[in-house]
């Protein structure tokens, strides 16, 4: 995958709650152009590997249960410095510690159910976007 490229899942409290649409458009306001994206319902299994770089600590079973409870929109998303430009849109993974105008400051309410991921590097990006896409389905 090309550099300037990043992953994200919308998580299942922000679907939930009804934010999906209000955080697509904060994406795009920040100038990242969408060049894939799928609803889908994650399976136990799918979770665990998709996650399993946190699987020694202590809220690996939560954060299995909360990332299977619901739906969730995986995207691949294109802006020059995108991984770190992404991190810095979403913000503090503890929303009561994201800056103000974060997504998470705006749509999280807790460290366990904070709304949405992103890639915290280029190389997990390649690896999160395939495991969520076929080529075929990337523009
Ligand atoms: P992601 O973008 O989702 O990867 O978040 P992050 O990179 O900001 O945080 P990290 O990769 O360290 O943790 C992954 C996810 O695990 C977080 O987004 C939370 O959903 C969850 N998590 C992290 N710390 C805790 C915790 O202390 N308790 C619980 N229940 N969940 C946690
Ligand atoms: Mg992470």
């Given at each position: 995958m090309k550099n300037n490229r990043t992953f994200t899942m919308i998580k299942p409290d922000a679907i939930q709650n009804g934010y999906a649409g209000l955080i697509l458009a904060e994406i795009e306001k920040a100038g990242f152009k969408i060049v894939a994206m799928k609803m889908r319902q994650l399976s136990t299994e799918a979770a665990k590997e998709f996650y399993q770089i946190h699987?020694?600590?202590?809220f690996f079973n939560d954060l299995i249960n909360y990332m299977t409870s619901g739906p969730i929109v995986a995207a691949i998303l294109e802006k020059e410095n995108a991984v770190l430009d992404f991190r810095a849109l979403i913000g503090n993974t503890n929303p009561e510690e994201a800056e103000e105008g974060t997504i998470r400051k705006m749509y999280a309410k807790s460290i366990d159910a904070n709304a949405i991921h992103g890639s915290d590097s280029d190389e997990n990006a390649a690896i999160e976007a395939a495991f969520h896409f076929d080529n075929d389905e990337i523009i």
């Open positions: 699987k020694e600590r202590p």
